[in-house]
Structure formats: C-alpha cells, structure tokens
C-alpha cells in the first residue's frame, strides 16, 4: 500500500514540475515578445524623432540667396579723360545699367556714378581698369537679408490687417464704428505705402551695384621727359618772371598815388624849411665903407 501512495505522489510531483516548466516557457516567450514589439515601437519612434529632426533642419536652412548691396570706387588714371569717360558710360548702358550722375572738370579729371547688374558688376569693373593704370580701389557690400525678409513679411502682415479692417467697415452700422474704423484703415494703409517703398528701394540697391568711377590725367612720357628738362626750367622761369612782374606792377601802383602826394605837399615844404635854416649875411667894414 505504502509503495503505491509513494508511486502515486512520485507521478504527482513530475506532473506538478512539468506545468511549472510549461507555464515559466510561456512566460518567457511572452516578455521575449513583449520586449522585441517595445524595441520596435522604440525604434519606430526613434526613426520618426529622426525623421521630423531632419525636416525642421532643412526647413531651417534657407535656400535663397543672400540679399547684397555693392559699392566699388575707383580712381584710373588715362591718357583721354573725355574719351574714356565715354567708354565708361557706354560700358555701363550696353551692359542694362546707367549712368547716375557725372561731374567734368575739362581735360583733367571726371567723375561718374555708374548703376550697373550687381551679377555682373566684377566684369565691369575689370572692364573699367583696363582703360587705364589704377590708381585707388574700395569695395564694400553690405547684407540686407534680413531687412528684406522683415520687410516683406511686414508687407504681407499690413495687407492682412487691412482686409480684416475693410471688413469691419463693411459690416459697420454705427456712424461713431464707422469713423473710428476708416481712421485705422487709413494709417495702416499709410504705413503700407511706406513699406512697399522701402521694399522698391532695396530691390533698386540690390539688383544694381553702384560703381564710382574717377578718371584723372596721365602725363605722355617721351613729352613729360623733355618737359622736364630744358624746356620745362625754361617755362618755368619765364613764368616765375612774369609773376614776380606782376608782382612789382602791382606794388608800384599801390605806392603810386602815395608817392604822387609825397611830392607835391613835400617838396615846397622842404624848400621852405631849407630857407629858414640857411645864416643871415651880415654887412662888414669894408662894405660899409
């Protein structure tokens, strides 16, 4: 009997053991898949965290160019001032620009103010010394971008405000609304106008670099060699002589009328002193008798 109780509780016991192993198995397979769907959702997550990242950066970046304004100075001395001042002008209008202003002064120097492409306003440039020998370069640009992106932003702002405000005043009633409302609409439109013009002028100031250009009188080298020498101590004495004549010219005839008076109230004045000094002769004896 005792042998079969202990058979029994040996049989028991297996069992027992076998559905604890079969039922930890479940477990396991249960959190091993569990834990491999978290990954995938971790991963998953992960991708689309990278994936936002990396659009928010590319929309951070901005792909359009830069907004700049080119200022170039030059000073080229040329044989022709005259002729190529008209070089430089005509460069500047075959190429889509202008010329801004131009001041001469005769053969020896002129100054002008060409508006040209700002793309191809380093070509011009280049163009502009070969006429000449460089004398003085300046370069200078000047980032607006953002004052051209506030700007427009501002544009597009103002216009909206405008609309909303065009619809109060349409569905206005009240006389006292209806002033208050066409005075507001009025400022803003106002400001608006000021907008787009500052808008125009950076477009102008960005799309055409302003180039200044002066153009000044080289000397002829063989001629200027012998200007030198000789020829030129000669010219430059003469003119030396006829300053310095001029000169005493005019000394003379501010002393002149002085001199002139001088003469006519002195003279007999001396003359007359001279007289008063001069010892009275007395008679002697012998002339007495």
Wanted: hydrophobic share 45%; glycine share 10%; proline share 2%.
């Amino acid at each position: 009997m005792r042998r079969v109780l202990a058979t029994v509780a040996a049989v028991l016991a297996v069992v027992v053991i076998a559905s604890c192993s079969a039922g930890n198995g479940d477990d396991s397979g249960d959190a091993t898949s569990a834990g491999s769907g978290a990954q995938e959702a971790s991963d998953g997550d992960s991708a689309d965290e990278g994936e936002a990242g990396g659009t928010d950066q590319a929309a951070r970046v901005d792909p359009s160019p830069r907004e700049i304004i080119h200022y170039v100075d030059l000073t080229i001395a040329v044989d022709d001032v005259e002729a190529d001042a008209q070089r430089a002008a005509a460069l500047a209008e075959t190429s889509g620009g202008y010329v801004a202003d131009e001041s001469t002064d005769g053969a020896e120097s002129a100054t002008l103010t060409l508006r040209v492409p700002a793309d191809g306003h380093t070509q011009i440039v280049e163009q502009l010394e070969q006429l000449g020998e460089v004398r003085n370069r300046g370069r200078t640009a000047q980032d607006v971008t953002n004052e051209v992106v506030d700007v427009d932003a501002r544009i597009a702002s103002q216009r909206r405000s405008i609309d909303r405000i065009r619809v109060l005043l349409d569905q206005a009633v009240d006389i006292d609304d209806i002033v208050r409302i066409e005075s507001e609409l009025a400022s803003r439109e106002a400001e608006l106008d000021s907008l787009l013009q500052r808008q125009e002028e950076l477009s102008g100031l960005t799309s055409l670099a302003t180039v200044t250009v002066t153009f000044v009188a080289t000397g002829g080298g063989a001629d200027d060699a012998l200007d030198a020498g000789f020829l030129g101590g000669l010219g430059a004495g003469w003119n030396a002589f006829v300053g310095a004549a001029k000169v005493a010219s005019a000394v003379v005839g501010v002393l002149l009328p002085f001199a002139l008076t001088a003469a006519v109230l002195g003279v007999p004045l001396w003359w007359g002193l001279r007289r008063r000094r001069q010892p009275t002769t007395m008679p002697t004896g012998a002339d007495q008798a």
